[in-house]
């Protein structure tokens, strides 16, 4: 995990260094943490400490590790409340499962993350990486490749760059030049796939949730495999898709949900 820039200041390193217990895992020692960390070892442990006092990090005295602190749980619950689709979404995204079947994913952009914010099972679950809460890469999902694609270019350039293209299977788009040709022709359908891009076997469908300025705010996808169905037959269910993605924007419009893109805009000040 690259460190955060120096404009962040002294609260962007200390977030950079829950980040990376949260990245493990698992309780962690310092000495672990020292491992990876371009701090020094003085700097390291006043962030940690200053994280433990604010309740951000726990310290068990016993095992001499450190874990995501309980203040986390209370700041996430009102966080998912108040900045995360799912809550207003949850009767669409019930209703969507229902009437296909399949797994159904609401997701956000987290930077140039995939933010899975909630999911419904199919009626016959299938084993795959995606839960609520989990993070996953934008490049080759298709929710994220359907919010990339409504990006304006002053922010989608940085987010490209920040992609790994990684080849999680023989299907990946590994170059931004690939990725740029997907996104033009998912803005021009109005929906993208997942061709097992990121999971052998997995494949899914996936419409943009717009604002009335054509501003990607989130995604739904319907998910299955090989075993069951096809790109084909997932496509068919993109208008019962749209209906729940347009319900989901007319709500978030009346609840006042910020807008994605203008929350991803740096604000000057003087």
């Keep these: 995990m690259a460190e955060r820039s120096a404009g962040d200041g002294t609260v962007g390193k200390a977030l950079d260094v ?39 990090l726990s ?11 309980i203040r986390l749980v209370r700041l996430a619950h009102t966080a998912w409340q108040q900045s995360s689709l799912a809550p207003i979404a949850r009767p669409h995204v019930d209703a969507l499962a229902a009437d296909v079947g399949e797994t159904v994913h609401l997701a956000q952009l987290d930077n ?4 899975y914010v909630d999911k419904r099972n199919a009626m016959r679950p299938i084993e795959m990486y995606s839960s609520a809460g989990k993070v996953g890469p934008a490049y080759c999902t298709g ?51 997942d061709r097992e891009e990121h999971e052998p076997g997995i494949i899914c469908v996936a419409v943009p949730i717009l604002t009335a300025g054509n501003r990607a705010i989130g995604a739904l996808s319907v998910t299955s ?35 994605q893109q203008s929350s991803n805009t740096k604000v000057e000040t003087n």
Excluded: C
């Design 18 to 56: 829950l980040d990376r217990v949260a990245a493990m895992g698992r309780p962690v020692r310092f000495t672990e943490l020292l491992e990876d960390s371009s701090y020094p070892k003085a700097t390291l442990y006043r962030f940690v400490q200053t994280l433990t006092n604010q309740g951000m």
């Design 59 to 69: 310290y068990d005295p016993e095992r001499q590790t450190y874990a995501m602190g």
């Design 112 to 115: 140039a993350q995939v933010l």
């Design 143 to 193: 929710v994220g490749k359907a919010m990339l694609a409504y990006l304006d270019e002053a922010i989608l350039g940085p987010i490209l760059e920040q992609q790994s293209y990684h080849r999680f299977t023989e299907h990946t788009l590994t170059t931004a030049e690939a990725l740029r040709s997907e996104l033009r022709a998912i803005r021009q359908n109005g929906y993208g796939f």
């Design 225 to 259: 495999s090989t075993d069951r169905q096809t790109l084909a037959g997932l496509e068919k269910l993109v208008p019962r898709i749209q209906e729940a993605t347009q319900a989901i924007a007319n709500v978030s419009r009346d609840w006042g949900f910020p807008d």
